[in-house]
């Protein structure tokens, strides 16, 4: 193991952080600890958590199936979510595929902890401009 900053292998035991070893660099004096926690998460179980999720579960009941806490789940889907950000392309979309949730929830009132991934595509995309047509054949038979 090697000084995270330094990169020099000249070190000396530096006490007991949080439960993990410390070390401090004889070369740049600089205190770091290595290991990860024995609580840490494998991928296997974020990637477990996130199909839950995809498939409709909230944040609760995936952390008590996982025996992990809910907000870990919450900041595993999080982000997941901000790397598909940097793997969004400027390509325009040429098929949409919706659902019998999309139906389901356009008919709530409100869609917040419905527990879904939304995902924002853009006021000129097609998903949004079919949105806003529905909304406007919705207001347009309400008035009636």
Not at 110 to 129: D, P, R, V
Request: with cysteine.
């Amino acid at each position: 193991m090697n000084c995270p900053r330094c990169k020099s292998s000249n070190h000396k035991k530096n006490g007991i952080v949080a439960g993990r070893q410390r070390y401090k660099c004889h070369d740049c004096g600089y205190n770091y600890s290595v290991e990860l926690k024995s609580t840490a998460s494998s991928n296997s179980v974020k990637r477990q958590a996130l199909q839950l999720y995809l498939e409709g579960l909230g944040f609760r009941p995936i952390g008590r199936f996982l025996g992990v806490s809910h907000v870990s789940v919450q900041k595993w889907i999080k982000k997941f979510g901000q790397d598909l950000e940097n793997l969004k392309s400027e390509k325009e979309i040429a098929i949409v595929e919706l659902d019998e949730m999309h139906t389901y929830i356009g008919n709530k009132k409100s869609i917040a902890g419905s527990g879904l991934l939304l995902i924002e595509l853009g006021k000129s995309s097609s998903t949004a401009l079919l949105v806003a047509e529905e909304q406007k054949l919705d207001n347009n038979s309400g008035k009636n």
